[in-house]
């Protein structure tokens, strides 16, 4: 049954704990192949509206909804000029006519808001400046198939930019009970209304500048310096996070069954090197792979419940 029907999901705060159990449990089920002859959402169709470039998050949304039964119609921004050649509003107003979910990668967290406001269908965050919340389903769905789903207390350690995904991370150890720790230069904490989050649900996240934080962690995990939308910061940003980089010898300090994570592309040269992605340690591909299990189970939830209305 589907428990987050008719429901947007801009933040990983939109979920309950209970109700990201049922979507983790969905997500493993369905990389079982339990679903494999199951057509939940035969009929329906998911706009996926693009501001910025994507390989996983394109691919694995579109072949997610052919693999559900479903339809899904790639918008990229030269097509549909959100904001610009039309209102946000209206854009919202039309595609709600035709198609059952809107996913959308976009620059501001506002944007997608700002959709969800004038769309009565489910809206999916696929990335903005502020979070990136179908990206760490994939990451503790990963997670979970290493230490189990009693996460409670699990080291999770992010070193890099605080940004769209450092946040997020913090939204799931709110619901999860991981221990998150977030190490970035100083300048480059995460955002200040998602520490807040944490706060308001008494949850300690550690912030620090120091690398010595890493050591012993279950879950190594860094982005790029240089997120879409920055690069007139590259130089400035390069020179702030030198030594913030995760190499091979960085992941022999974390715990000996620890893993590393990433949720690519990477910037090999500056946060990492392609012998970190090679390590025996490292998880990226899987995590990559649970993208798609993971946002199948997702769009179930959202709009599984919906019938075909044509
Ligand atoms: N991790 C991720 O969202 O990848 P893409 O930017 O390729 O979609
Ligand atoms: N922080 C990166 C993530 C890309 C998936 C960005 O926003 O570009």
């Known amino acids: 049954r589907p428990v987050l029907a008719g429901r947007d999901f801009l933040s990983n705060l939109d979920m309950s704990v209970a109700e990201l159990r049922v979507v983790m449990d969905t997500a493993h089920s369905m990389k079982r192949g339990e679903w494999r002859e199951v057509k939940p959402l035969a009929g329906l ?12 998050t394109r691919t694995t949304f579109d072949v997610g909804m052919y693999q559900l039964g479903g339809h899904a119609i790639t918008l990229s921004n030269t097509e549909i000029g959100l904001g610009t050649r039309e209102r946000v509003s209206d854009v919202a107003r039309n595609l709600e006519r035709w198609v059952d979910g809107v996913m959308g990668r976009v620059y501001l967290q506002q944007t997608l808001h700002e959709l969800a406001d004038h769309a009565s269908i489910p809206v999916i965050n696929g990335l903005s400046d502020m979070l990136h919340p179908a990206q760490l389903l994939a990451d503790y769905q990963t997670i979970e198939e290493e230490f189990g789903t009693d996460l409670r207390g699990r080291r999770v350690v992010y070193i890099g930019d ?5 946040n997020s991370h913090i939204h799931m150890g709110i619901l999860t009970g991981t221990e998150v720790t977030i190490v970035t230069p100083v300048g480059y904490e995460p955002n200040a209304g998602v520490l807040m989050d944490a706060v308001r649900a008494g949850v300690n996240v550690t912030l620090t500048n120091d690398l010595a934080a890493i050591e012993g962690a279950d879950v190594l995990y860094t982005d790029v310096w240089i997120s879409m939308g920055m690069e007139a910061e590259a130089d400035i940003r390069r020179r702030a996070f030198r030594g913030y980089q995760v190499t091979p010898a960085m992941l022999d300090t974390i715990a000996p069954d620890g893993i590393f994570l990433h949720c690519l592309p990477a910037h090999y040269g500056e946060e990492t090197v392609p012998e ?11 995590q990559a792979e649970n993208r798609l299990h993971a946002q199948k189970a997702l769009m179930y939830h959202l709009m599984g419940n919906l019938k075909p209305r044509w």
């Open 276 to 286: 970190a992605t090679e390590h025996p340690k490292s998880r990226v591909f899987d």
């Open 162 to 166: 605080g940004n769209n995904l450092a």
């Open 45 to 56: 169709s998911l706009a996926l509206v693009f501001e910025k470039a994507s390989l996983r």
